[in-house]
């Protein structure tokens, strides 16, 4: 599924990458930058954690002509005369107006760096309602944001992750050089899929998926095989060979069979028969009595 994802988060879409500090998530983040890239989309950097230079020096290679760098790092909380961007600017109004001053026809991939960053200082509430808004405001093709999990306290974390179609979670693997990928998407029927790799990411940035996760494996393995509802009952709903064929042959009273028919239509000699000749002291009336029963 990480293959899939760095092809092209889906039109709209909200990719959040989850990292902490046993594994950080930002080689993976220039993964995607150096993917759209690759695929000639404009891709707007709101830098909060690292200057232009670096970002930029991890993306060797690729093609930076199409990188718009928002300089954030530099002061990020305004304390100068002329701050480049801040913390404070992150609204629908002012990520609309940069992104618009580029001259690129295509709606572009705006990349958070990151979203710890804004959180510090703007409430959740705000941060949730901006990315809707981003997303659905047609002014970018979709977000991909860094996100510190482990610096936020766990609402925090899940708001933002529940405004997400996709999001990636990293740890550190058993080998030095690899990582495990624990990816939740959403896909607009309401689908929730979710998948378990262990990945690698070479020199030029692409990422090569060595296997899936064994727990991710199991995971899918036991989705794959039936359940079995009677699996954990404390009594049998199951019959045997001998208790199948005694219940076929069983007569239910209610049931009438062929035999049974027969005997009742068609009644044989010396069956008992009931005769009835009026006797003139009868009271019987031609009118029905309950004529006035009808509806």
Known sequence: ??????????????????????????????????????????????????????LKDGLRGSPVQRLHFHNAYTDPLGWTDN????VHQFCLGELTRLVKQTSHSKPATLVIDS???????????????????????????????LLHADMHQRGTVGSVCHSATSVITVEPAMRGDEAVAKITKRSKSGKVIQDEEIFRIKDDLTVVVQSKSSKGAKKADSEEQETDPT?????????????????QKLALPF???????????????????IHYEPDANDDYDQEDPDDDLDV
Request: glycine share 8%; net charge neutral; charged share 20%.
């Open 231 to 247: 699996a954990n009952l404390t009594f049998n709903l199951r019959l045997s060979d001998t208790e199948r064929e005694t219940k």
């Open 115 to 145: 979203l710890s960053w804004i959180l510090r200082h703007v409430s959740t509430p705000d941060v949730c309602k901006t990315l809707q808004q981003l997303r659905k405001g047609g002014a970018v093709r979709s977000i991909i944001g």
């Open 1 to 54: 599924m990480l293959p899939e994802l760095l092809q092209g988060v889906d039109t709209g879409g909200l990719l959040v990458i989850q990292d902490s500090a046993s594994y950080s998530g930002r080689h993976l983040l220039q993964s995607f930058i150096n993917a759209a890239l690759n695929r000639e989309e404009a891709v707007h950097v709101l830098g909060f954690e690292v200057s232009e230079e670096e």
């Open 83 to 86: 701050p480049a961007f801040t």
């Open 255 to 273: 049931v009438f069979s062929k035999e049974k028919k027969t005997a009742l239509l068609h009644s044989g000699p010396g069956s008992g028969r």
